[in-house]
C-alpha cells in the first residue's frame, strides 16, 4: 500500500468514525432533552387548609408558574400530622417533578429532628427555589411592664416566677427558639404549648401569657396597630418596612447568635432527575418576579427570595438544617412523643 492509499484509507476511517459519533450525537441528545420532561399536570401539594397563609403563596404563584412551564398546575391541600401526610404523599410518589411540596423548617426540618414518630429525614426532600421569608417578632403581653429588648432581658433574669410563653406545640419553631433565648440569656421560661395561634393570641391579649415569637402576619399586624400585644424586637436580622424601627434581638449583645424567620421554599422528592430540577428551578425563578406575585406576597409582609441558581437554593436548604440541628443541640432538646 502507498502512502498516499494509507492516506485516502485513514481518512476514510475517521470521516465514517466522525459519522458514527454524529449518529450517536444525535440519538444521544434528544434523550437527554427529553429527561427534562414532565408528563403535567404539576401538583403544588400545600400541608394546610385552604385560606391561610401558605396557601396564599401558592395560589398566588400557582398561574404564573403554569405559564412558565406551558402545563396546568393545580394545587393540593393535605394538612394533618405538622405536614407529614404531605410529606409521605410525595415520598410515595415517582420522582418525576410532577408533586411539588411547599414547605418550610416547620414541616421538614424540625419535625424529623425532634420527633421519633417521624421516619422521613430533611434530606429525603430536594429543595427547588427558596420562596418567601416570613419576618417573625417578640411580642409581649401588655401588661408586662416591658417595652424594649433590654427590660425584657432583665425581667427575664430577674422574675420571681419564669416568664410564660406560648408557642403551636412542643418542639416546633415556636418553642425552640424561645428556649434558645433563656439558654442565652441565663433564664428560665414557663412554656405553654397550644393548638393554634387564635387560642395563644386570646391569651396572650388576655394577660395570661407573658410573650411569644410570632409570625408577621397582616392579623398581627393589625392586632398591633390597635394595641393588642406589643412587638419589641425583630428575631432576625431583616427588618420588614412595617417594624422598622425595632431592633433586630441580634442587635443585643446577649442575643448575637440569633437569627430566625420562616423560610418556605417548595422541594421535590430524592432522586428527581438533575434536568427536571433545573427546569423547575428556572421556572420558580421567573414566576417569583412576575409583578403580580411581588405586589401580593410583599404586600402580606413576606420578603421574597427571587433569581436563585438551584445550586444556591441547595446551599440555603444545607445552611437551614444545620442551624436547626445547632438550636436543638444548644438547647439540650430531647425528642420526645
Do not use: C
Amino acid at each position: 500500500m502507498t502512502v498516499s492509499t494509507m492516506r485516502q484509507a485513514r481518512s476514510t476511517a475517521m470521516t465514517r468514525r466522525s459519522a458514527i459519533l454524529a449518529g450517536v450525537g444525535a440519538f444521544i441528545a434528544p434523550a437527554h432533552a427529553q429527561s427534562a420532561a414532565i408528563a403535567g399536570p404539576v401538583s403544588l401539594i400545600v400541608p394546610y387548609p385552604a385560606g391561610g397563609p401558605s396557601d396564599l403563596t401558592a395560589r398566588t404563584l400557582h398561574a404564573p408558574l403554569g405559564k412558565e412551564l406551558g402545563m396546568e398546575v393545580i394545587i393540593e391541600n393535605i394538612s394533618g400530622a405538622s405536614g407529614a401526610i404531605a410529606v409521605q404523599k410525595v415520598l410515595n410518589s415517582p420522582a418525576d417533578g410532577r408533586l411539588i411540596y411547599q414547605g418550610s423548617q416547620s414541616e421538614l426540618i424540625i419535625p424529623p429532628l425532634t420527633m421519633p414518630s417521624i421516619k422521613y429525614k430533611p434530606t429525603d426532600m430536594e429543595i427547588l427555589h427558596p420562596t418567601t421569608i416570613t419576618p417573625l417578632l417578640l411580642v409581649v403581653r401588655n401588661g408586662l411592664g416591658v417595652t424594649n429588648l433590654q427590660q425584657f432581658i432583665d425581667r427575664a433574669r430577674s422574675a420571681p416566677q419564669p416568664l410564660s410563653y406560648g408557642s403551636s406545640g412542643v418542639g416546633s419553631l415556636y418553642h425552640l427558639v424561645p428556649e434558645g433565648m433563656a439558654k442565652l440569656a441565663n433564664a428560665r421560661f414557663n412554656h405553654i404549648p397550644y393548638k393554634g395561634a387564635l387560642p395563644l393570641v386570646q391569651d396572650l391579649v388576655g394577660e395570661r401569657v407573658d410573650f411569644a415569637v410570632m409570625a408577621l402576619t397582616g392579623t398581627v399586624l393589625q392586632a398591633l396597630n390597635v394595641g393588642q400585644y406589643r412587638a419589641i424586637a425583630n428575631m432576625s436580622a431583616y427588618k420588614p418596612k412595617e417594624m422598622a424601627h425595632l431592633p433586630s434581638v441580634s442587635e443585643s449583645p446577649v442575643f448575637k447568635s440569633i437569627d430566625f424567620s420562616t423560610n418556605s421554599a417548595y422541594f421535590v422528592r430524592k432522586g428527581t432527575p438533575l434536568a427536571i430540577k433545573t427546569r423547575l428551578n428556572k421556572a420558580l425563578a421567573d414566576a417569583l418576579s412576575t409583578a403580580s406575585v411581588i405586589q401580593t406576597l410583599e404586600g402580606d409582609g413576606r420578603r421574597l427570595q427571587r433569581g436563585l441558581s438551584l445550586a444556591e437554593s441547595e446551599a440555603f436548604y444545607a445552611s437551614e438544617i444545620a442551624k436547626y440541628e445547632n438550636i436543638i443541640a444548644q438547647t439540650g432538646f430531647k425528642a420526645l412523643d
